[in-house]
DNA sequence: ATTCGAGGTTGAAAGGTTTCAACTACCGAT
DNA sequence: ATCGGTAGTTGAAACCTTTCAACCTCGAAT
C-alpha cells in the first residue's frame, strides 16, 4: 500500500489533515479512521497498526472542535479560582489538575480576580466553549448563571465554599471550626484585643471563618474582637490595614491579629516590622491556610492549615462523578482545617 | 412580533438554542443572526436591536466549537508554563491574562510542571484546540513540534527563554547579566567560595545565569564557583541541597549560595536556619525572581528583580502581532534584571 | 448446501456556525 | 421613466468529526 506523503503534516492549500485524507492515504473508509481512535477495539489488529501508522506519517491531529461539535461535549473542565496569585489557589488547581489529568481531561484555568465583571467573562467563555464541568470559587450572584449551565449539561461543583441551597455538590473546608481554632489559640495564648482582617465581607470564607472567632470570644469574657475589612485579601490589604491598626493609641490598638489569609498575615507582619512593632510580643499574628511560605517567612506564621491538594483532588472526583452520572447526589464534602502553631502567636 | 419561549433557555429536547432558532424566532434568516453577532454595522439599527433582544430572551449562546469549526480558528491562547506553583509564572500569567483579555481572547493555562511527557501532553491539546497561539516556556526538544504547530498556523512566541534560531519571537529577561549582577555583588560584599544552586543544567536560564556568574568569577581571582545542580527549582530541591552543603567541613562549605530561583533560595534559608547557620554572616543567601514573598522571608532575601507583569505584557504583545500579521518580523526582545539588596547578603 | 452469527467495515447524515454570492428594496440622479 | 448604486438580507455550502444502520465476509453449525 502507498501511502502519499504531503510533508510535514501540512497541505499545500494551507489546510490541515483531515480524517477524510488519512482514510484516502489508507486505503480505508472515514468509518474505520474514526473507529482507530475513538472505539480501537471494534477494528482489526492489522487495519488499526496500519491506520495508525499512516496517522502518524500524515501528521494528522484531530479538530478538536469538530469532535465537540458533533459529539455534543468538551472533554475540558473550567475552573474558576479567586486569585491565581495566591498559593492557596495554585495548590488547589494543581490536585484538580493532577486528578483530571489522569481521565486526560484538560483544565482551563480561569482567574476571577474577587472581580464580578472578570467572573461573569469567563463564566461566558465556559459556557461558549460548552466545558463538561465547572469548579468555581464565586465571587458574586452566580447561582442562576449556574443553574443554567447546569440545565445545558454543565457539571458544577462549588471549591473551597459550601454551595447555599443542596442543589450543587460542593467541596469544602470547615471554616468555622477553622475561625474557632485560630480564635482560641489566641485566647488561650493570653491576647485579649483581636482583629480580624479580611474581606469583603460578603464572601462566606471570610464570613464564617469571622463567625467561628466570634463563637470563641463569645465564652472569653474579658477579650474582645474586631472586625476590619478589606476590599481584597492579599499582601497588599494587609499592609495597609496593619498601617492603619498601629495608628491607633497603644491602649486601644490590637493585641493579636487574626488574617482571614496568609497573604494578608504577610502583609501584616511586614508593616509591623517596618513599624518597628515586634511579633509576637506586641502583637501575635495568624493567618489562615498555610501556605508554604507562612513556614518562611520573616517571623514563621501560625496557620490555620487547609488541606489543599486534598481539596483540589475531592473537587476533581466530585466533579468527575457528576459529569459520569448528571443525576448523582448532591455531595456535601467538608473538610477539617487544622492549627499549625508557629513563632508569631508564640508566648 | 411574537416571540417563542422555551423555558430557561434549554428546549424540551435537551438540545440548546442555536442560531437556527434565533433566527425563526425573530422572523429573519440565520445569516443576518450570525450578522448580527460578528459585523453588527452590516445589520440595520432596527433589526440589530431586535435580535439582540431575542438572543437575550432565548439564552442563546453561541456554540464556540461550530465556531471555531467553520471559522477555522480558536480565539483561545494556551499558555505552557514550568511551574503553576512558582509565583514568578503565576505573575507573568497575570499580564498575560490582562494584556489578551483586552483583545476577548480566553488564556488557556497548562503547567508542565517542568516534565517533558506533560509537556507534550499539553501540546497535543493545544494543537487538538487549533489555538490562535502559543506562549510556552519549553522544557524539552519541541522545536519540531513547535515548527509543525507555526505551519499550522498557530503563533509561538517564547517567554523567559530566547528562541535559540530566529525562527521564534521571544520574550525574556537578560540571564547572563542577571548572573553576573548577584555574582558581582556577592564578591563585592566579601565572599569567596559561591556555590551555584539550581537546574536541571539543561535549562537555559539555569545554564545562562551560571555564565554569568562564571564571567564574574573569572575576574576574582581568590573567589572561586561551584555547581551543584537540582532536579527541580523547587524549594524541597533549596532544602537538600543546603542539608548536603552543610554535611561539608567548614574550610570548604561555600560562604554564599546563588540560587537560579527565589524558591530554591527560600528552601536554603529555612535549611540553613534551622541547621543553626546565621544567615547572612555565615553565609550570604541570593535568589532570582524576587517574587513577592522574597522580600518577607524570615531573612529578607536578596534577590534578582525580573520585571514579571511587564514580560507577561510584552509577550502577550508579541503573540498579538505575530497572531495579526503572520509574517511579522521576528522579535527578540530582552528586558532587564535589576539588582535588590536585602538582609540575607548583609555586610 | 444452506443458514446464522460474529467480526469488520462502510457511507451518509448530523451537528451549529460562518461565509459569500446573489438577491431585494429603495433612493437619488439622469 | 429608467438606471445605478447602496444598504440590508437571504440561503446554501462548507468546516471535520462522530455515529449508526446497513452491509459484507467468513467460518461454524445444521
Given at each position: 500500500?502507498?501511502?502519499?506523503?504531503?510533508?510535514?503534516?501540512?497541505?499545500?492549500?494551507?489546510?490541515?489533515?483531515?480524517?477524510?485524507?488519512?482514510?484516502?492515504?489508507?486505503?480505508?473508509?472515514?468509518?474505520?479512521?474514526?473507529?482507530?481512535?475513538?472505539?480501537?477495539?471494534?477494528?482489526?489488529?492489522?487495519?488499526?497498526?496500519?491506520?495508525?501508522?499512516?496517522?502518524?506519517?500524515?501528521?494528522?491531529?484531530?479538530?478538536?472542535?469538530?469532535?465537540?461539535?458533533?459529539?455534543?461535549?468538551?472533554?475540558?473542565?473550567?475552573?474558576?479560582?479567586?486569585?491565581?496569585?495566591?498559593?492557596?489557589?495554585?495548590?488547589?488547581?494543581?490536585?484538580?489538575?493532577?486528578?483530571?489529568?489522569?481521565?486526560?481531561?484538560?483544565?482551563?484555568?480561569?482567574?476571577?480576580?474577587?472581580?464580578?465583571?472578570?467572573?461573569?467573562?469567563?463564566?461566558?467563555?465556559?459556557?461558549?466553549?460548552?466545558?463538561?464541568g465547572?469548579?468555581?470559587?464565586?465571587?458574586?450572584?452566580?447561582l442562576?448563571?449556574l443553574r443554567?449551565?447546569r440545565?445545558?449539561?454543565?457539571a458544577v461543583v462549588f471549591?473551597?465554599r459550601r454551595a447555599g441551597s443542596r442543589e450543587f455538590s460542593s467541596v469544602s473546608?470547615?471554616?468555622?471550626?477553622?475561625?474557632?481554632?485560630?480564635?482560641?489559640?489566641?485566647?488561650?495564648?493570653?491576647?485579649?484585643?483581636?482583629?480580624?482582617?479580611?474581606?469583603?465581607?460578603?464572601?462566606?470564607?471570610?464570613?464564617?471563618?469571622?463567625?467561628?472567632?466570634?463563637?470563641?470570644?463569645?465564652?472569653?469574657?474579658?477579650?474582645?474582637?474586631?472586625?476590619?475589612?478589606?476590599?481584597?485579601?492579599?499582601?497588599?490589604?494587609?499592609?495597609?490595614?496593619?498601617?492603619?491598626?498601629?495608628?491607633?493609641?497603644?491602649?486601644?490598638?490590637?493585641?493579636?491579629?487574626?488574617?482571614?489569609?496568609?497573604?494578608?498575615?504577610?502583609?501584616?507582619?511586614?508593616?509591623?516590622?517596618?513599624?518597628?512593632?515586634?511579633?509576637?510580643?506586641?502583637?501575635?499574628?495568624?493567618?489562615?491556610?498555610?501556605?508554604?511560605?507562612?513556614?518562611?517567612?520573616?517571623?514563621?506564621?501560625?496557620?490555620?492549615?487547609?488541606?489543599?491538594?486534598?481539596?483540589?483532588?475531592a473537587a476533581?472526583d466530585a466533579l468527575?462523578e457528576v459529569i459520569a452520572e448528571p443525576g448523582a447526589r448532591v455531595r456535601d464534602i467538608v473538610?477539617?482545617?487544622?492549627?499549625?502553631?508557629?513563632?508569631?502567636?508564640?508566648?
Amino acid at each position: 500500500m502507498v501511502i502519499e506523503l504531503t510533508g510535514q503534516g501540512s497541505r499545500p492549500g494551507g489546510r490541515s489533515v483531515s480524517v477524510k485524507d488519512v482514510a484516502a492515504a489508507a486505503g480505508v473508509s472515514l468509518g474505520t479512521v474514526s473507529n482507530v481512535l475513538n472505539r480501537p477495539e471494534k477494528v482489526s489488529e492489522a487495519t488499526r497498526v496500519h491506520v495508525l501508522r499512516v496517522i502518524d506519517e500524515l501528521g494528522f491531529i484531530r479538530n478538536d472542535a469538530a469532535r465537540q461539535l458533533r459529539a455534543g461535549t468538551n472533554r475540558a473542565v473550567g475552573m474558576l479560582v479567586l486569585d491565581v496569585r495566591n498559593p492557596f489557589f495554585t495548590d488547589v488547581a494543581q490536585g484538580v489538575e493532577e486528578r483530571l489529568g489522569e481521565h486526560r481531561r484538560p483544565l482551563i484555568l480561569g482567574n476571577s480576580g474577587q472581580d464580578q465583571a472578570r467572573e461573569s467573562t469567563y463564566l461566558d467563555l465556559f459556557e461558549e466553549q460548552r466545558v463538561s464541568g465547572l469548579l468555581i470559587t464565586p465571587v458574586g450572584q452566580v447561582l442562576p448563571r449556574l443553574r443554567r449551565l447546569r440545565e445545558r449539561g454543565t457539571a458544577v461543583v462549588f471549591v473551597d465554599r459550601r454551595a447555599g441551597s443542596r442543589e450543587f455538590s460542593s467541596v469544602s473546608v470547615d471554616d468555622r471550626r477553622g475561625g474557632r481554632l485560630a480564635a482560641q489559640h489566641l485566647v488561650d495564648t493570653g491576647r485579649r484585643r483581636i482583629a480580624f482582617v479580611g474581606g469583603p465581607k460578603g464572601l462566606p470564607q471570610v464570613k464564617h471563618r469571622l463567625q467561628g472567632a466570634e463563637q470563641v470570644l463569645e465564652h472569653a469574657p474579658r477579650a474582645e474582637l474586631r472586625f476590619v475589612e478589606t476590599p481584597r485579601m492579599d499582601a497588599a490589604a494587609g499592609r495597609s490595614t496593619a498601617d492603619e491598626l498601629m495608628g491607633l493609641g497603644k491602649r486601644t490598638r490590637p493585641d493579636a491579629i487574626l488574617a482571614a489569609n496568609d497573604l494578608i498575615a504577610l502583609g501584616v507582619l511586614q508593616s509591623l516590622t517596618l513599624a518597628g512593632v515586634r511579633v509576637p510580643d506586641d502583637v501575635a499574628i495568624i493567618g489562615y491556610d498555610d501556605i508554604d511560605f507562612a513556614a518562611s517567612a520573616a517571623i514563621p506564621l501560625s496557620s490555620v492549615r487547609q488541606p489543599r491538594e486534598e481539596l483540589g483532588i475531592a473537587a476533581a472526583d466530585a466533579l468527575l462523578e457528576v459529569i459520569a452520572e448528571p443525576g448523582a447526589r448532591v455531595r456535601d464534602i467538608v473538610l477539617e482545617p487544622e492549627l499549625v502553631v508557629r513563632r508569631s502567636t508564640a508566648g
